[in-house]
């Protein structure tokens, strides 16, 4: 058998306080990194002297902390290390183990960590505080709408022949194939620039240090923030950066607030064989929504709930017919939607009612948010 060891991994530019110590005295302390992307050394002890060589090594990972672990890499007992991306920022505990000319893995159970990794956002070197500057952005231009406080700028290189190498900053959400950018150059330095005054000033935020999109980015306010990122090429060519006054290449809203939204009064009125429903509501927010309004309706105040209308224009009144029994009663829940996705909502205490049709003063009364009205 060979007993196999993980190294302290190479190429990690640590953050400050770089390690960091375990709240289990039997786990090693972590490693903390802002890189996404690092080499994991392997060294290979034979317990036997007169045993085989290992078949293949093994990396390990779990991100539960030891409660799962998966095979993340595989090497030949010649290598010296294996290759890891990080998916997601967190905690990651790695061993490393062995399988024979027979198969057999060893050691067979993952009793503790060999190494632990944290995995921390790039954070920034110049503090930024933004506003709401959409007068100036583009009239073509459609900031990116993210409801948290970290989150990642995808990029591609474009050309690194030029003065100036073209960045391109991609868009969430893209399809495999015909959608997916052309292979990026490989850069010697990605360089990220932020404003949250729309350009007129830049600040330096930081540095990529894996050079591999996407770039994981906290801030800590939300806002209106323009981003532009520096290249330098392999061949040491390297883009402009930003000056005062011009334009970001990509803008990104920071937006965890709810839209506020108040349910001013349910009206129900008899109409034939059915009711007329009359709806009226204030919703504000800093980025609402184009068509941010959904209503719904249930005759039961814990639902379930029918929908009425989704993507309305925040008009503050809605007015419908809806079919409901000789003597019915019913609630309402109004969703008010901004940019980032976050939802406000509102749902009427008490129902609104109508009394039974034949009352002969039926058109005369109304029920305004569970009050009677004459």
């Known amino acids: ?35 996404r992307s690092f080499t994991v050394p392997f060294s290979l002890d034979p317990l036997d002297p007169a045993g085989a060589e290992p078949r293949e090594v093994q990396l390990h990972v779990s991100e539960d902390g030891g409660k799962t672990w998966i095979v993340c890499a595989t090497a030949r007992p010649e290598e010296t290390e294996f290759s890891f991306h990080a998916p997601q920022e967190g905690e990651y505990w790695f061993n490393v183990k062995t399988i024979d000319a027979a198969g057999t893995l060893w050691p067979q159970a993952n009793l503790r960590p060999e190494l632990r990794v944290i995995v921390e956002p790039l954070r920034a070197v110049q503090s930024v505080v933004a506003g709401y500057p959409v007068d100036r952005m583009p009239a073509d231009a459609q900031a990116r709408m993210v409801n948290s406080f970290s989150f990642e700028l995808d990029y591609d290189v474009k050309s690194e022949d030029t003065p100036r190498p073209k960045v391109v900053l991609i868009s969430e959400g893209l399809d495999s194939g015909e959608n997916q950018p052309p292979k990026s150059a490989s850069p010697r330095q990605v360089e990220l620039w932020w404003t949250g005054d729309g350009g007129r000033s830049w600040q330096l935020f930081g540095a990529d240090d894996d050079q591999q999109s996407p770039m994981l980015v906290t801030v800590d306010h939300e806002g209106l923030y323009g981003f532009w990122l520096v290249i330098e090429s392999e061949r040491g060519v390297r883009g402009e950066r930003p000056q005062p006054g011009e334009l970001p290449q990509t803008w990104v809203g920071v937006d965890i607030t709810r839209p506020t939204v108040q349910l001013i009064s349910v009206e129900l009125r008899p109409a034939d064989d059915e009711q007329h429903l009359t709806v009226r509501w204030e919703a504000s927010d800093a980025m609402l929504a184009a068509r941010p309004i959904a209503l719904a309706y249930s005759a039961r ?42 939802i406000g909502s509102a749902e009427s205490i008490e129902p609104a009612r109508t009394a039974a049709l034949e009352l002969p003063d039926m058109h005369a009364r109304r029920w305004i948010a569970g009050q009677l009205y004459r």
């Open 301 to 342: 105040r814990d639902g379930p709930w029918q929908r009425l209308e989704t993507e309305m224009e925040n008009r503050g009144i809605y007015e419908c017919q809806i079919p409901t029994e000789k003597t019915g009663e019913i609630f309402v829940r109004l969703e008010v939607r901004d940019e980032a996705g976050n």
């Open 1 to 35: 058998m060979w007993l196999a060891r993980c190294l302290a991994p190479l190429g990690l530019v640590l953050a400050v306080g770089q390690f960091a110590l375990a709240a289990n005295p039997g786990l090693p302390p972590a490693i903390r990194t802002m890189q």
